[in-house]
């Protein structure tokens, strides 16, 4: 083998051991350092109107970066409240009328067990008398191993939950912790923003620095594309559900298709959560006209959901909509409903790097040739 040839294979080796290297150094430190990246995010959203304070109000930066943040928290306060006022006197009338719809539930299904089940049972009961008495043995054991198989499932059920309870109280302090942290260093950075870019800057190669530039652009206007998207995605949603629940004439449809398009966060899950039980009810307690209307407002959010999310994830972020389309699959198969997430996160890092000539300049370093 040539000297070119190992001088090669020994640059890709360094190549992926530092690619390797940095990715489990990231992510150990983003563990004990995400409060500060947390922050570091919010400063780069509130930053325009931050400097938009300083030059056209003529306010220092650290009382621009003030009332940038009060404003802030008073409308995520402001909507939150209202969007709680609003579900709070939507659950109240839910709370009155899911009961007497409960109750009906629980008629029909006395009704459906004293008509169609046990005279099954009595059949069964009778044929089951007629077997051998090894024959009534072998059933009866296997129906105690379902019942048993089932009882201890439900069991490890209820107790992952109750062990669960004591983590997610000793999560609300460490909660409150990140989000002080996370308040206190936006405030900095975002202070002091401009001096941290120029230090940034003053640190990293010419070539380093041209090529992080792009990227980061690339990067910051995907996640505010990202952002926009994923709103736009549960607006087309709630607006979808609150029309056809207004068709169907449902009390409090405010309410419902505010829940809905919360619960819309959770990609292919989310509003069957609420619209697959909705439907079995209202076709087991005989509205079978209303189990239709619901069924097809389903069918109708779902497909919009399916043909919109491509296209407005490529159109907001800028990637072709197949490549898009082909990130989302790939992410959820490999991370379940993270990776609806990660996926186009991770094309939109590949493709900026692309356009940053970082893999071209990596190849080049690879075979030999001076980077330009």
Same mark, same amino acid.
């Not at 294979?9 to 190549?15: A, I, K």
């Not at 449902?250 to 619960?263: E, N």
């Given at each position: 083998?040539?000297?070119t040839?190992?001088?090669r +294979?020994?640059?890709?080796?360094? *190549?992926?051991a530092?690619?390797?290297?940095?990715?489990?150094?990231?992510?150990?430190? $983003?563990?004990?350092?995400?409060?500060?990246?947390? =922050?570091?995010?919010i400063?780069?959203?509130?930053?325009?109107?931050?400097? !938009?304070?300083?030059r056209?109000?003529?306010?220092?930066?650290? @009382?621009?970066?003030?009332?940038? @943040?009060?404003i802030?928290? %008073?409308?995520?306060?402001?909507?939150?409240?209202?969007?709680?006022?609003?579900?709070?006197s939507?659950?109240?009338? /839910?709370a009155? *009328? !899911?009961?007497?719809?409960?109750?009906?539930?629980?008629?029909?299904?006395?009704?459906?067990?004293?008509?169609?089940?046990?005279?099954?049972y009595?059949?069964? %009961?009778?044929?089951?008398?007629s077997?051998?008495?090894?024959?009534?043995?072998?059933?009866?054991?296997?129906?105690q191993a379902?019942?048993?198989?089932?009882?201890?499932?439900?069991?490890?059920f209820?107790q992952?939950?109750?062990?669960?309870?004591?983590?997610? /109280?000793?999560?609300?302090?460490? =909660?409150?912790?990140?989000?002080?942290? $996370?308040?206190?260093?936006?405030?900095f950075?975002?202070? #002091?923003?401009?001096?941290?870019?120029?230090?940034?800057?003053?640190?990293?190669p010419?070539?380093?620095?041209?090529?992080?530039?792009?990227?980061?652009l #690339?990067?910051?206007r995907?996640?505010?594309?990202f952002?926009?998207?994923?709103?736009? /995605?549960?607006?087309?949603?709630?607006?979808? *559900?609150?029309?056809?629940?207004?068709?169907?004439r449902?009390?409090?449809?405010?309410?419902?298709?505010?829940?809905?398009?919360?619960?819309d966060?959770?990609?292919?899950? &989310?509003?069957?959560i609420v619209?697959?039980?909705w439907?079995?009810?209202?076709?087991?307690? &005989? #509205?079978i006209?209303?189990?239709?209307?619901?069924?097809?407002l389903?069918?109708?959010?779902l497909?919009q959901?399916?043909?919109?999310?491509?296209?407005?994830l490529? $159109?907001?972020? &800028?990637? #072709?909509?197949?490549?898009? @389309?082909?990130?989302l699959?790939?992410g +959820?198969?490999?991370l379940?409903?993270?990776?609806?997430?990660?996926?186009?996160?991770?094309?939109?890092?590949?493709?900026?790097?692309?356009?940053?000539?970082?893999?071209?300049?990596?190849?080049?370093?690879?075979?030999?040739?001076?980077?330009?």
């Open positions: 083998m040539s000297r040839y190992v001088d +294979f020994l640059r890709f080796f360094l *190549v992926v530092a690619v390797v290297l940095g990715i489990i150094a990231a992510y150990y430190i $983003s563990t004990v350092t995400y409060p500060f990246i947390i =922050a570091f995010f400063a780069l959203l509130i930053n325009p109107l931050v400097d !938009v304070l300083e056209k109000a003529r306010m220092p930066r650290w @009382l621009a970066v003030s009332v940038t @943040l009060i802030l928290f %008073a409308a995520v306060a402001g909507l939150v409240t209202l969007l709680v006022a609003e579900i709070v939507g659950t109240q009338y /839910l009155n *009328v !899911v009961p007497e719809k409960f109750q009906t539930l629980i008629a029909y299904i006395e009704t459906f067990v004293a008509d169609q089940i046990i005279p099954i009595k059949d069964l %009961a009778g044929l089951f008398k077997l051998s008495a090894t024959q009534q043995d072998t059933i009866m054991q296997n129906i379902v019942g048993k198989k089932i009882g201890t499932t439900v069991g490890e209820i992952s939950i109750l062990q669960n309870i004591p983590q997610l /109280l000793a999560w609300l302090p460490n =909660a409150a912790t990140v989000f002080i942290f $996370s308040l206190l260093a936006t405030f950075i975002s202070k #002091d923003w401009h001096r941290l870019m120029r230090m940034a800057q003053q640190w990293l010419t070539k380093a620095r041209t090529s992080g530039k792009t990227v980061f #690339d990067l910051k995907a996640l505010f594309g952002i926009k998207a994923q709103a736009t /995605l549960i607006s087309i949603t709630t607006v979808i *559900v609150l029309i056809g629940l207004l068709i169907l449902v009390d409090y449809a405010i309410t419902i298709a505010l829940i809905i398009g919360f619960v966060i959770l990609p292919y899950l &989310g509003t069957g619209f697959v039980p439907i079995i009810y209202a076709a087991v307690s &005989g #509205d006209p209303f189990a239709i209307g619901l069924g097809v389903y069918i109708v959010v497909v959901r399916q043909i919109m999310e491509p296209k407005v490529s $159109s907001s972020i &800028g990637l #072709d909509p197949l490549a898009t @389309l082909i990130a699959f790939v +959820f198969k490999l379940g409903f993270l990776g609806l997430i990660a996926g186009p996160v991770a094309l939109v890092i590949i493709r900026t790097l692309h356009s940053a000539n970082v893999f071209r300049d990596i190849w080049r370093f690879i075979i030999g040739k001076p980077t330009s």
